[in-house]
């Protein structure tokens, strides 16, 4: 019996072992909803019995049916049926699927489903053996597991399926040990080492597959690996469980140590059969020489269709060859073996597999490579050489259609003399790089996989009931293992076998990542191994390429910043960057632009680690500083012109980038903001001279980049800032670092902590000093002092300041300074002197061609107008400060603008308008985690909506702008307070801080 692909008909036939699939005349069958797939599955692996309701109901709902259960799936048989049987007439008895008594049963023939075929195929093997017909037997069991697709039963819910998933994946293995004990029996020892190793991989804890692959290593002379297989199994064992080895692995390992003489090859049993019949000798069967494929294998659908097609076509002029390029763990050869598996009845002559150890310090010779296939291919005699062999080779491939899969190649060279000379076959390659040297080959990258398809094998192996316990967890590392296959498939495996694990525990220890390498290890299974193979095929300069990259911590890296770190001109920076791309230890996404896998830089940061040289490292990180820090000055001067930037404790000695134009600037401080602030957080746990460009790096950033979603991180690099100086007894950077901490702060709305923080800052500068720092400490603190309605306190800081911008000639210093005492003077009710304070201001910003300095000096004027009952035309003055903040991309400022805006719009009895305003206020304030705009916009809208007649949300508003302001510790919580007491019979008692 065997499953055919177009059986007679009726052309029925039905796919289990692998995701449930129907064909009908080769047409295959649309099988509705993964419920559905579940009572289809039911009644076929009941082969022809009846299943009644109750038990339909319990395998695929449990003991957790929903109200119409039964009414659900008469719906599942009814749409099966016309499934099943598209042509029966209405009200025709069905054929097929048939109602007995209280339930269900579907008669189809044995041959038409894959898992009956299979169980027919093993009992012929067993029977074949028992009468010592050991090819024959081999050859069922090939056959038998060929009819593996995937993991059975792929997708399909309820407890029936998950029960008998496990069912097959067991039987699966089993079969699998049992071919590969016979592979032995009959000397294809070398044949099928790699699928042991593949299996001993996916079952770590199987004692039975690690004795076959410990005598499949002795019988190829590979004593010490196999012995290397006991003594990493003993541990695994120890570790995992607390047991010794079983009986069957320690006598397997006490004979190789004795050199036991029947662990040799016995001599193959004849077949009665065969004794009797006086024929010449029969014609060796064609080499089926793939790996066991895997029966988890998840994901890459459209890769697989598409590989699976390329290879199937392979009829043009020219042989087809298909290189697969990915980093170590990527699962290449899962990919290719599966693949393969996919395709292989289209060659009929048979598949012919090599690991070429491309990867490794003895790669494979291609001489050695071509004896072996040709031994395969029934030649008993090679030639000498390399040419003659391949030559041979070629000859005998011509009339043959053959699938070739060369794993694991070092380059194009050692390939070259493997690839066949005729079109009728195909060439699959796996390789660490690009096998670009091979003229017409069909390229294909392969990237890590996709989070669902991460979590779906992470799911086939420990179990779906477990995962679905704890999705975020699961999620959480599957992240953590970058989404490469190896890491989540140990992962996967280390927690199938620790039953009392979470998959908590298991994302709590993966989340070091420090130990995350040292735990993505199992048995003979290491990510940092597979990694350290790549590593080790790196020239000298490409290893420290690789090294140094990572010492700053950035999503990725521009070309300019690989020069920096490396040390070298852009030309050579590139060349070495796309060297280690084209070894898949570093990708590039866009031109010019670099970054690792998450465990790839984890491995390059522990060779830094382990190189030693700090220095160097030290070195990589202040040429970054320097470029960074030159650049980010530039981009100052292109967004705020004739502005005075503070002095910086150490000059950069780069040049930086140009940045000629504001929309340069700007988009280049979006895109390397975050390796602005990885470079930052590299170098303020450095000493002195890493310490003193971070700070000021930091100073002028926040000076253009107001964004208080990074606060937290930015606080921390702050701490460590401070800590650094204040133990190199480093006065200069301190004072730098307490302002950055105010500036912070501000941002952030803690102005209490921002008070304190730029009071230490002009407590270490030198009062007699007119630097540019001390006048922004000064005004800045003005305004934290402003905000906490005390100006009479303030405004003596923003004269300090004002007199260090004439001294130090900053003209948009001192507008902006005029702006804030505005401010400061409208709080202490010299209305008229702040409306011509503002007004000056705004008249030397528009003088300038500092756009975010017209645009500060606007909104306090907006504001001061407001005060000054003059709304219609502070709402003018606001427009067009918010114009000028949407253009710059502000969104901080937006918010505030807009608030302000509500405000006046208010004043001028505009309600519908300032509502409008305020909803949009408060979406920014949210969106950039600012409670002091989320507090102005809820004040507002409150207002607003009491204007509008809507006083259960107005007021609602209000009480949350009161608690924002309370909790801030502003003055603007006692106005709210009064305007909620207002819509009160009874006065508004704040709730206790």
């Known amino acids: 019996m065997e499953f055919r692909e177009t059986p007679p008909a009726p052309a029925l036939r039905f796919q289990v072992l692998g995701p449930v699939q129907a064909w009908l005349d080769g047409r295959q069958l649309a099988l509705g909803s993964p419920q559905q797939q579940a009572v289809l599955t039911m009644l076929l692996l009941h082969a022809g019995r009846p299943v009644t309701t109750q038990d339909l109901v319990d395998g695929l709902w449990g003991d957790r049916p929903p109200a119409q259960a039964v009414a659900a799936l008469r719906t599942y048989v009814s749409r099966l049926r016309t499934v099943i049987e598209p042509r029966r007439e209405v009200r025709r008895p069905a054929e097929f699927l048939v109602s007995v008594a209280d339930g269900y049963a579907l008669h189809i023939p044995g041959e038409a489903l894959d898992v009956t075929v299979f169980e027919h195929l093993a009992a012929e093997a067993a029977t074949a053996r028992g009468a010592g017909d050991l090819d024959n037997a081999h050859r069922l069991l090939v056959r038998s597991l060929g009819l593996f697709a995937g993991r059975p039963l792929t997708g399909v819910p309820g407890p029936y399926a998950d029960a008998q998933r496990l069912r097959l994946a067991e039987r699966q293995v089993s079969v699998a040990e049992d071919r590969c004990a016979l592979a032995l029996d009959i000397g294809l020892h070398a044949e099928v080492v790699g699928e042991l190793n593949s299996l001993t991989a996916e079952h770590p804890l199987r004692e039975r597959l690690r004795e076959l692959l410990m005598l499949a290593l002795y019988r190829c002379g590979r004593q010490a690996e ?21 009986a069957g692995l320690s006598t397997m390992h006490a004979r190789i140590l004795a050199a036991d003489p029947a662990l040799t090859l016995p001599a193959a049993p004849v077949p009665a059969a065969a004794a009797a019949r006086e024929e010449g000798p029969a014609a060796p069967p064609p080499p089926a020489q793939l790996p066991a494929d895997v029966s988890d294998f998840s994901g890459r659908t459209e890769m697989v269709s598409d590989l699976s097609a390329v290879l199937m076509n392979a009829t043009g002029q020219a042989v087809v060859v298909t290189s697969l390029a990915g980093i170590g763990g990527v699962g290449k050869t899962t990919l290719a073996v599966h693949v393969a598996h996919r395709v292989r009845t289209e060659f009929p002559d048979g598949q012919l597999y090599v690991d070429l150890r491309g990867a490794g310090a003895s790669p494979a010779d291609p001489a050695v490579v071509l004896g072996d296939f040709l031994h395969a291919l029934g030649v008993t005699e090679n030639p000498d050489s390399l040419e003659q062999r391949a030559a041979l080779y070629r000859s005998l491939l011509a009339s043959r259609r053959m699938l070739i899969l060369l794993d694991n190649a070092q380059d194009a060279e050692q390939i070259r003399p493997l690839i066949p000379g005729v079109s009728s076959c195909a060439v699959l390659a796996t390789s660490r790089s690009r096998l670009a040297g091979i003229p017409g080959a069909h390229l294909v990258d392969v990237e890590e996989l996709t989070p669902e398809e991460a979590l779906a094998l992470f799911s ?155 220095a160097e490292q030290r070195a990589a990180v202040l040429r970054l500083l320097d470029l960074l820090l030159a650049t980010v000055r530039n981009a100052a001067r292109a967004i705020e012109p004739d502005d005075q930037l503070p002095e910086p404790l150490n000059v950069p000695g780069s040049d930086g980038i140009a940045l000629i134009t504001n929309a340069f600037a700007r988009e280049w401080l979006r895109t390397e903001t975050a390796l602005l602030l990885s470079s930052v957080e590299a170098a303020v746990q450095g000493p002195g001279l890493l310490l003193r460009p971070a700070v000021d790096l930091l100073i002028i950033l926040g000076s253009l980049v107001e964004d208080p979603t990074h606060g937290a991180r930015v606080r921390r690099m702050l701490e460590a800032a401070e800590h650094n100086a204040g133990r190199y007894g480093d006065a200069a950077a301190l004072a730098r670092v307490h302002f950055a901490f105010g500036t912070l702060q501000s941002i952030t709305n803690d102005f209490q902590g921002a008070e304190q923080s730029l009071r230490k800052s002009l407590g270490l500068q030198d009062a007699d000093d007119m630097t540019v720092l001390q006048s922004m400490a000064a005004n800045d603190l003005g305004i934290v002092l402003s905000l906490a309605n005390r100006p009479a306190e303030a405004l003596p800081f923003f004269e300090q300041a004002l007199a260090i911008s004439r001294v130090v000639g900053a003209p948009i210093g001192e507008a902006r300074l005029l702006g804030n005492m505005a401010r400061a003077q409208l709080g202490l009710g010299l209305v008229e002197t702040a409306v011509s304070s503002v007004t000056e201001a705004v008249a030397t910003a528009r003088a300038s061609k500092n756009g975010p300095c017209l645009a500060d000096t606007l909104y306090q004027l907006g504001v001061v107008l407001s005060s000054a009952d003059d709304p219609a035309t502070a709402a ?105 007491s207002q819509q009160h019979t009874e006065p508004f008692f704040p709730p206790a801080p």
Not at 496 to 522: N, T
Request: charged share 25%; net charge negative.
């Open 226 to 246: 196999a012995l290397g297989v006991y003594t990493d199994t003993r541990k695994l064992l120890i570790d995992e469980l607390g047991v010794e080895p079983g």
């Open 460 to 614: 086939a192996i420990v179990g779906e009931q477990r995962v679905a316990a704890e999705p975020e967890a699961a999620m959480a590392v599957v992240t953590a293992c970058g989404f490469l296959p190896l890491a989540v498939r140990i992962a996967a495996a280390r927690l199938a076998s620790r039953p009392r694990w979470s998959v908590s525990d298991l994302a709590r220890r993966l989340a070091d990542q420090r130990r995350r390498l040292d735990e993505l290890q199992l048995g003979n299974l290491a990510v940092e191994t597979t990694i350290g193979l790549g590593y080790g095929q790196l020239s000298p300069a490409e290893a420290r390429a690789f090294r140094l990259l990572s010492v700053v911590d950035s999503p990725d890296l521009p070309l300019a910043a690989v020069s920096a770190l490396l040390g070298v001109d852009e030309d050579e920076a590139e060349d070495l960057a796309e060297a280690l791309v084209e070894a898949n230890m570093l990708e590039t996404f866009a031109p010019g632009r670099y970054r690792y896998h998450d465990l790839l830089r984890l491995y390059a940061q522990r060779q830094n680690e382990r190189s030693g040289d700090v």
């Open 876 to 980: 003018d003055h606001l427009r067009e400060s918010h114009r000028l903040y949407q253009s710059q991309q502000n969104r901080l400022r937006e918010g505030y603008t807009l608030a302000r805006l509500s405000s006046a719009l208010l004043a001028a009895g505009q309600q519908a308008e300032a509502a409008e305003a305020a909803e949009e206020s408060l979406a920014i304030g949210l969106e950039m985690d600012s409670a002091y705009c989320q507090g102005l916009a809820n004040a507002a809208l409150g207002e607003a909506l009491l204007g509008l007649a809507q006083p259960a949300r107005g007021l609602a508003c209000l009480r949350e702008a009161h608690a924002i302001f309370t909790r801030l510790g502003v003055p603007e919580a006692s106005p709210v307070a009064d305007l909620i």
